[in-house]
């Protein structure tokens, strides 16, 4: 079976269109909840791969429109259940899916955890579809298939429609904060 990689192009020209050193932590007065591991939050600025992670980025996009791109499948991946919204999350994992036609796709997690598989480059996914995540030789699975690309609208800090937190690697089924 062949392994599609997708989006890498589009994370290397973001990753040198920001530019922007590692982040720094948000101030002592942010009230957020959960723990942000990699202690690096997305600071705003113009849009890119790396905006914010943890954020419903499907959803996003289909309500701005504009030159927001389709995706059929985006979403971060984080070391623990509760991290909060735009906080980076694991660099370097790989996220496979296999959708409803047996095949597979393969995507890599940019600076921010973030990854995407952009609709143009995938007309012929087949929903629902089946994920796997691997980092280190360790690999995490989802059971069961989903029929929604936008990882980040189940895999929440606190999770929705029976997630139980963010879309973590093997060993982040933990909740670092209270
Ligand atoms: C709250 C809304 C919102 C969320 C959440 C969001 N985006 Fe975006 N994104 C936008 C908008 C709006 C644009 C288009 C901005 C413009 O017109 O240039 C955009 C543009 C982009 C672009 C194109 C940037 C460029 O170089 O033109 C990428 C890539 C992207 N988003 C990835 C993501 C990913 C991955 C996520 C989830 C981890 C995400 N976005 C979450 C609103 C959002
Ligand atoms: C419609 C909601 C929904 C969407 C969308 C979704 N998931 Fe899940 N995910 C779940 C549920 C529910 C579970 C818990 C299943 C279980 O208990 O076995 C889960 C569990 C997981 C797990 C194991 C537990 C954890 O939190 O890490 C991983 C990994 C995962 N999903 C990855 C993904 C990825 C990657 C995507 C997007 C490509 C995604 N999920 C999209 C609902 C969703």
């Known amino acids: 079976m062949r392994v599609f990689v997708a ?4 994370v290397v020209v973001a990753l040198v269109a920001t530019a922007c050193g590692p982040g ?3 101030g002592a007065g942010a ?5 942000c591991v990699s202690g690096k939050y997305w600071r705003g600025g113009a ?14 996009h289909a309500r701005s429109g504009g030159s927001a791109p389709s995706f059929v499948i985006a979403g971060t991946v ?4 509760d991290a909060p919204m735009d906080c980076d999350g694991v660099a370097g994992a790989t996220v496979t899916l296999t959708d409803a036609a047996g095949k597979v796709w393969g995507l890599y997690t940019n600076e921010a955890g973030n990854f995407a598989l952009a609709a143009k480059d995938a007309p012929d996914f087949v929903f629902p579809f ?4 691997t980092y280190q030789g360790q690999t995490n699975e989802m ?4 029929g929604n690309g936008s990882c980040n609208a189940c895999h929440t800090l606190d999770g929705e429609n029976g997630a139980p937190g963010r879309a973590v ?3 982040g089924e933990v909740r670092l904060g209270g």
């Open 7 to 10: 989006a890498v192009v589009a």
């Open 130 to 133: 089946r994920a796997q995540i």
């Open 78 to 81: 984080y070391p623990n259940l």
């Open 24 to 26: 720094t932590p948000r």
């Open 143 to 146: 059971d069961p298939a989903q």
């Open 47 to 60: 849009p890119s791969a790396e905006m914010h992670p943890g954020g419903d980025c499907i959803g996003c």
């Open 169 to 171: 690697i093997a060993g």
């Open 31 to 35: 009230s957020e909840e959960g723990v």
